[in-house]
């Protein structure tokens, strides 16, 4: 069965510190998501990707946050600088084209110090 | 704005009773709605949608647009059933969705 990878699973960082987080989705998936999970909380959308295009990225805190999806394939959501805030579960997730089936990734932990 | 409203952050049920998780949604335009499962140590996966009007593992949820609401129901627990639920709402023409803050279900043997 295909999977979204997502890498890495855990990463810790101090405060201030830049952190990248990769997804590589599902073959054919056209749109691309990454949104994230707060402890004890849902998943928000940070940013929404058609092929390369942002369609959606009104909650991605811009000042430090950016993503980029340059083939249309694969991403990297980048924080720079990193605040304690950011502590949280990092979600990539695909789909086709206007189907709602997500498939989700692992996700990516992260831990800022 | 979108919203979806999960009262139950933990839920008990004894194997074999009933289940019911409940979800409430506000949202003016046409939703359309979702249950997500997340099993211990899995990742987070599409249990059910509204438009499809499927039973899976023996779940089903009913859209009632009077009340705004798409509880999610089983008539008799299972131990697999332990997990945590997501309710989700989507809007037709856009495929964000926007998440409930979850209720972790425990079945008790």
């Known amino acids: 069965e295909a999977e979204v990878a997502q890498s890495p699973r855990y990463k810790i960082t101090e405060k201030s510190q830049a952190v990248a987080f990769w997804c590589d989705p599902i073959?054919?998936?056209?749109?691309l998501y990454w949104y994230r999970q707060i402890l004890g909380q849902g998943p928000e959308l940070l940013v929404q990707?058609?092929?390369?295009?942002?369609?959606?990225d009104s909650q991605l805190p811009k000042d430090r946050f950016s993503a980029e999806r340059l083939k249309g394939v694969d991403s990297t959501l980048k924080i720079q600088p990193a605040e304690l805030g950011d502590s949280a579960m990092y979600l990539c997730?695909?789909?086709?084209?206007?189907?709602?089936?997500?498939?989700f990734g692992s996700g990516t932990r992260l831990t800022v110090v | 704005a979108q919203r979806v409203t999960q009262p139950e952050k933990l839920l008990s049920v004894f194997k074999g009773a009933p289940v019911e998780l409940k979800c409430n949604y506000s949202?003016?335009?046409?939703?359309?709605l979702f249950w997500y499962v997340q099993y211990s140590r899995q990742r987070l996966q599409l249990l059910l949608r509204?438009?499809s009007r499927e039973s899976i593992k023996g779940f089903t949820a009913d859209l009632n647009k009077g009340e705004t609401s798409f509880h999610l129901k089983k008539p008799f627990a299972q131990e697999e059933d332990s997990a945590m639920y997501y309710c989700?709402?989507?809007?037709?023409?856009?495929?964000?969705?926007?998440f409930g803050t979850g209720t972790r279900l425990t079945i008790i043997p």
């Open positions: 509204h438009i």
């Open positions: 990707f058609q092929d390369e295009s942002v369609v959606d």
């Open positions: 997730a695909s789909s086709r084209d206007r189907d709602y089936g997500y498939t």
């Open positions: 989700a709402l989507g809007n037709f023409g856009n495929e964000k969705l926007t």
């Open positions: 949202y003016s335009g046409s939703p359309e």
């Open positions: 073959s054919g998936h056209a749109t």
